[in-house]
């Protein structure tokens, strides 16, 4: 048998958690011989919630699930793990600037920055998907030199999902169907859906789809704007696609992409396609089974990308520059 991994999910407490904890632990990520050992975090306030998650982890009697251990002590969450998911993040509050909301979250993963460096192993493999995902990662990278910064992503593959769903429904088509489609940027509505470089059934989407218009129109901002369409009919934001593109980015970071198929995460940048050095922006990557990846080079980027790229591009910029500001406070 395989020796467990170790793995942390913070907002243990939380909704995308509750759905994530169940196809985690009987192994739809890591594999289905890979034993976990869970760790989960929230604030105090959250621990009974807490431990009514996890009797009902226990009472799930999964084979692959050795242990559980509930905690609010970032420390004791940190320890000795393999890989974690950092969901866990202050929410925006109604009336609260988007300011606010970064300074809260710059001080939650400031801390979990230093608490990764100091106890967790040096090849944990660490994806942020509590808002503003991209940033928290930024500071969450920042406050944890000792770590590969590369083990540092951030999730936009709900963004990707979304996007190849979009492309299917509209050819009366499976997702899987849909192959190649880029999130660049920033997980806001400021991200650039790009198919310029994906294939439905083996044909470039633009001739596929003969819809120019809308490609470059509505269904951009149906992709960027979808979060806030699920909120507004569901009144409680994506949980359940949010869990599956956890799974969907880990297990393809953990195992590998697939031949010449590649996927979206939001990555430090090395410098490619001229994105500032070190912010982490969403980028096509491949990985391979020993767990490392890249970013996929020398693709052709038109004026009309270009410019969309830039624009998620400065926004990531600004949010940087306020989030190292408060790193002092
Ligand atoms: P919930 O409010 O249901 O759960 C969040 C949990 O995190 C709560 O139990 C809270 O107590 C806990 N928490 C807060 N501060 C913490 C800390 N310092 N340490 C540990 N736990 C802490 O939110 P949920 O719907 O689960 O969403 C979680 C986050 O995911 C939000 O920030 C949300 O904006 C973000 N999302 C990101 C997505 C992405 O694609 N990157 C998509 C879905 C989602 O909107």
């Not at 793995?7 to 990520?29: C, E, F, N």
């Not at 009974?48 to 999964?62: F, I, N, P, R, S």
């Not at 979990?112 to 509590?130: F, I, M, R, T, W």
């Not at 808002?131 to 992503?153: Q, V």
Request: glycine share 6%; net charge neutral; hydrophobic share 40%.
């Amino acid at each position: 048998e395989k020796s467990p991994i170790r793995v942390l999910v913070t907002g243990a407490a939380g909704q995308i958690a509750y759905s994530l904890l169940y196809p985690l632990s009987k192994g739809d990520v890591f594999g289905h011989d890979q034993p976990i050992e869970l760790v989960l975090l929230d604030i105090e306030a959250m621990l009974t919630v807490l431990d009514g998650v996890v009797m009902e982890m226990q009472d799930c009697a999964l084979p692959l699930l050795k242990s559980i251990i509930p905690t609010a002590d970032t420390d004791v969450a940190c320890k000795d793990i393999d890989v974690a998911i950092l969901v866990g993040a202050m929410p925006r509050r109604e009336g609260m600037e988007r300011k606010d909301l970064l300074r809260a979250n710059v001080k939650i993963f400031k801390a979990q920055g230093e608490s990764l460096d100091k106890h967790a192993k040096k090849s944990v493999k660490v994806v942020v998907v509590g808002n503003p995902a991209n940033t928290n990662a930024f500071i969450c990278k920042k406050y944890a030199p000792s770590i590969p910064p590369e083990n540092f992503t951030a999730l936009t593959r709900l963004d990707q999902n979304r996007a190849q769903a979009q492309i299917a429904t509209r050819m009366g088509l499976v997702p899987q169907d849909v192959k190649n489609v880029i999130i660049w940027g920033n997980h806001s509505n400021t991200q650039f859906p790009d198919v310029r470089h994906a294939k439905v059934a083996g044909k470039g989407v633009y001739e596929a789809v003969q819809d120019d218009a809308w490609l470059k129109g509505d269904f951009i901002k149906t992709v960027q704007t979808r979060g806030a369409a699920v909120i507004k009919a569901r009144k409680l934001s994506s949980a359940m696609s949010a869990a599956k593109a956890i799974g969907d980015h880990m297990r393809d970071w953990w195992f590998g992409t697939k031949g010449d198929e590649y996927v979206s995460m939001a990555v430090p940048s090395d410098g490619s396609y001229g994105i500032e050095k070190g912010i982490i922006y969403s980028f096509p990557v491949q990985a391979k089974p020993d767990h490392t990846y890249s970013i996929v080079q020398g693709l052709q980027i038109d004026e009309f990308s270009k410019e969309k790229m830039t624009t998620t591009l400065t926004e990531l910029q600004e949010e940087k520059c306020s989030a190292e500001e408060f790193c002092g406070y």
